[in-house]
């Protein structure tokens, strides 16, 4: 949900940047050469964003490189995994701590108009995706045209999505031109995403959204116009990243499916965000799990379940933001997941396999689960942007 960098998508640098790279990349047929030009289309874009702080990301990329050559080494593998880890997480806290202002603004905090360009909270998790896999041995440390090609391209930095290091390097490295057909899907994607930000997403904040001022039967209103006004303006994003990778040939993942039509919170996290989500399974749920499964032996799966799904999303709440309403929206979706695992043991007891897909099939009982599971997020909405509402619904009007 962090789509607040600098890039604008009114502006006429970005859409140059896109005709440019569709007028370089669709013609080059050679892999080294394409990596390196998207490469320098890339820093090229950085460049109009950043002007002269563009020397700070060219030297967090040679860093970056050098350590994930550590790493590759062996010899040195502890090392460059516990320096990359460190900046990582020192650059996070930069760019999502609050900001000092005036003569006690600390030096540091020149690094946070840089990190919020790069949208760096989507570029640290890819530097773990390749961190991991460089350490696990799946794959050799990548080239430095590589490593821009995958933590910076300029089509995703506005709000992701986040590439799995595996899928980045399993493109091929001469993919397929676009033919005609493909090209116009690709367009007709950019121009949905288009539609969706700046029509319908601009007409519902406009006409109906008011930072949850109004009271009483309002307020449930814009609890619901805001949850499809998020899906609304995020989703766009991600629509013409998708379309603008169609036609460069870069592979862009999908990162919505219907997120309102699931039927619970495990259906919902498996069609919203799913770039984030399938980042979370990797390298936080599934590692977590193990190590509790190993240390149990195997006893106790749901609790340990429970214990993986409460931290994972704690720290999904605290990579949106540092903040106390994004932790308690964190542990807020973590219940819900929890209870949804909780319930569906429940329901297996009761009802065992045939019965509990007898259950799950009937559709009046799905149409009650949709709209429940919409509520339910739509609250933490309200949650994560303005606390306060849910403690004064039917005061005077605010």
């Known amino acids: 949900m962090e789509n607040g960098n600098l890039i604008d998508l009114y502006s006429l640098p970005f859409w140059g940047t896109v005709a440019a790279a569709c007028l370089v990349m669709i013609p080059l047929v050679g892999g080294p050469i394409r990596r390196l030009a998207f490469a320098l289309i890339n820093l090229g874009f ?51 701590l609050p900001r000092a202002t005036g003569s006690f603004a600390p030096a540091h905090w020149h690094w946070h108009p840089v990190l919020t360009a790069i949208g760096y909270s989507y570029v640290a998790l890819r530097l773990v995706e390749v961190g991991r896999a460089v350490a696990e041995g799946r794959h050799p440390a990548p ?165 993986a799904l409460a931290v994972s999303f704690l720290l999904c709440g605290l990579w949106h933001n540092i903040g106390w309403n994004w932790l308690s929206w964190g542990a807020y979706h973590a219940a819900g997941l929890v209870a949804c695992n909780i319930y569906r043991e429940i329901l297996l007891k009761k009802f065992g396999r045939k019965g509990l897909k007898k259950y799950l099939a009937n559709r009046w009982i799905r149409a009650v689960a949709i709209v429940l599971t919409f509520e339910y997020v739509a609250f933490s909405l309200v949650l994560v942007t303005y606390p306060w509402s849910l403690f004064d619904l039917f005061g005077p009007d605010r």
């Open 143 to 307: 080239s430095l045209t590589a490593l821009i090609a995958y933590l910076l391209p300029f089509h995703m930095l506005a709000a992701g999505p986040i590439q799995a290091y595996d899928e980045f390097a399993a493109q091929p490295a001469t993919p397929p031109a676009p033919g005609p057909a493909a090209a116009l899907r690709s367009i007709e994607r950019i121009a949905l995403g288009m539609f969706k930000k700046f029509v319908l997403a601009n007409a519902l904040e406009t006409a109906f959204l008011t930072q949850f001022r109004g009271s009483g039967a309002y307020f449930f209103l814009e609890v619901q116009i805001n949850c499809l006004w998020l899906f609304l303006d995020f989703s766009a994003y991600s629509d013409i990243a998708v379309g603008i990778g169609g036609l460069i040939g870069v592979a862009t993942p999908e990162n919505f499916n219907r997120p309102y039509l699931a039927r619970n919170m495990v259906d919902y996290w498996e069609r919203w965000h799913i770039s984030l989500s399938l980042f979370i399974r990797r390298n936080i749920f599934i590692p977590l799990q193990l190590g509790l499964m190993r240390r149990t032996d195997g006893r106790h799966p749901l609790l340990i379940a429970s214990v």
């Open 46 to 96: 950085l460049a109009y964003l950043l002007r002269s702080d563009l020397a700070w990301v060219l030297g967090l990329l040679l860093a970056a490189y050098a350590l994930l050559r550590l790493i590759e080494s062996g010899k040195f593998r502890g090392v460059g995994l516990t320096l990359g880890g460190a900046a990582v997480l020192a650059l996070f806290l930069m760019h999502k």
